[in-house]
């Protein structure tokens, strides 16, 4: 190697900086996203998580899920294999340096050395040894960005897992708050409907009223005592959803405040500009880094259709006697360039390369559909949230009004002024409007974590 030219070797270093393939540079995305509330709130930076949510035993699930949850410990492993990757694509940019040394020896008769068979006598060689492609059409360079751009693109895969983790230990335990709920309106309804049926048994029995009274008062307490297995039949799968993502097996899980206690964040809901969500969204910003390494493949495809320059050059020292090793009569200086490249191959590589070109626009199509799905995630947060508002305001004055049309009913059935069916119409009035305030409530705080999530979280 030390007899090539280094006006030689300067032209080789120069034409490094021709490099073949598409060339990655990231669109300018102007998606003219009207939401259907008002956008006059900054949300580049969204609060944490642990201030987002102030209920204790919340927090605490939160934090054991993402320290144990088998989901986050895949995405954290696939995250140091990109890293370990990329620096071993890198090390290709360079020249590689190694090593060798060889002692042995022999006897060959004359016949055998004449065909180049076996060696007469001692052989020690020690040698080191250089390799280093000349990255010319950028194929090495190609793969360097690659790598580069799977790590980042593993990064906020990982990120995009956390925040859907906190959203689903978040919306889980406010379903499980609002079953719990549900199972006490069950356990009141039946205790008051119980103490209906002991009442109108004892007036039956006095024959102060039908039997009729009698066996409706009891069907309306079974309806009751039905529910509530139901409910704790949900209850019991919520609680072993919560212990999965947690990494647990089954078993109970720590309540705190109820639902009617939940505050979430202040108002305004905040809603940001859909140019901040293009910028914090995971998702999105993991297929735009999909893109860019689906694009530095295509390039490697296209240079490979090109000859590739290596240079190799060996340096050390070989001799028949070990202690003539290291004397200048035994020293080796070689070195030697190497050009190869396909002639032809039925169009193998072309096609490759066009096939890696199709993959790209395949990306472009799915980033594309990962920031209309990300507008329409927010905008359907945002009107969950005003909807649920109003609704559970609503169903707040159905269960006032229900109540206070029981009272009236039992009133006017002791009186003797109508039928037990008037009250029992007025039962299920009230426990159906109750479960359902019940169940808004909880949809209505889901809905502000939806819009926690659809704006990327708070990392």
Not at 160 to 179: I, K, M, P
Not at 251 to 278: A, D
Not at 319 to 346: H, K, M, R, Y
Request: proline share 4%; hydrophobic share 40%; charged share 20%.
């Amino acid at each position: 190697m030390s007899k090539l030219p280094l006006r030689l070797l300067l032209p080789l270093l120069l034409i490094t900086g021709c490099m073949v393939g598409p060339k990655y540079q990231q669109e300018a995305h102007d998606p003219k996203v009207a939401y259907s509330g008002a956008l006059n709130a900054d949300t580049t930076d969204l609060v944490d998580w642990t201030a987002f949510y102030d209920d204790p035993a919340l927090v605490k699930l939160i934090r054991t899920t993402l320290d144990s949850n088998r989901t986050m410990w895949l995405t954290a492993g696939r995250v140091e294999e990109a890293r370990l990757l990329a620096g071993s694509v890198k090390a290709d940019l360079y020249p590689q340096l190694g090593f060798s040394a060889t002692a042995g020896g022999g006897s060959a008769g004359t016949d055998a050395r004449r065909q180049g068979s076996g060696v007469d006598g001692g052989y020690f060689e020690v040698l080191g040894r250089l390799n280093w492609e000349i990255d010319i059409w950028g194929r090495l360079r190609h793969s360097n960005r690659a790598a580069q751009a799977l790590y980042f693109e593993q990064q906020y895969v990982r990120h995009g897992v956390q925040v859907s983790l906190v959203a689903e230990v978040a919306s889980s335990y406010f379903l499980l708050r609002d079953l719990d709920n549900r199972l006490v309106i069950a356990q009141r309804t039946l205790a008051s409907r119980q103490e209906n049926t002991r009442i109108i048994t004892a007036r039956f029995d006095e024959g102060w009223t039908s039997e009729v009274d009698k066996l409706q008062a009891i069907q309306q307490e079974q309806v009751a005592a039905a529910a509530i297995p139901n409910i704790e039949r949900q209850i019991r799968q919520v609680e072993n959803a919560l212990r999965v993502l947690q990494g647990l097996g089954p078993g109970p899980i720590e309540r705190g405040r109820p639902n009617t206690e939940q505050q979430l964040t202040p108002e305004p809901i905040p809603m940001g500009l859909p140019s901040q969500l293009l910028q914090r969204r995971p998702d999105i910003i993991a297929a735009e880094f999909n893109l860019q390494r689906l694009t530095e493949r295509a390039g490697v495809a296209v240079a490979e259709r090109f000859p590739t320059l290596s240079l190799t050059g060996f340096l050390g020292f070989a001799s028949p006697e070990l202690g003539t090793l290291l004397t200048g009569d035994g020293a080796v200086a070689n070195g030697f360039g190497g050009l190869a490249g396909p002639i032809f191959q039925w169009n193998k590589r072309r096609n490759l390369a066009e096939a890696a070109k199709q993959r790209i626009l395949i990306a472009s199509a799915e980033r594309d559909q990962t920031v209309l799905s990300a507008f329409a995630d927010v905008d359907n947060a945002l009107e969950f949230y005003r909807t649920y508002t109003v609704e559970n305001q609503a169903r707040q004055a159905q269960v006032e009004a229900a109540r206070k049309a029981l009272e009236l009913s039992m009133a006017r059935y002791n009186y003797g002024y109508t039928s037990y069916l008037e009250v029992i119409i007025a039962e299920n009035n009230l426990f159906g409007a109750e479960l359902e305030e019940s169940a808004t409530r909880g949809q209505r705080l889901n809905s502000v974590v939806s819009l926690f999530r659809a704006l990327g979280g708070g990392w």
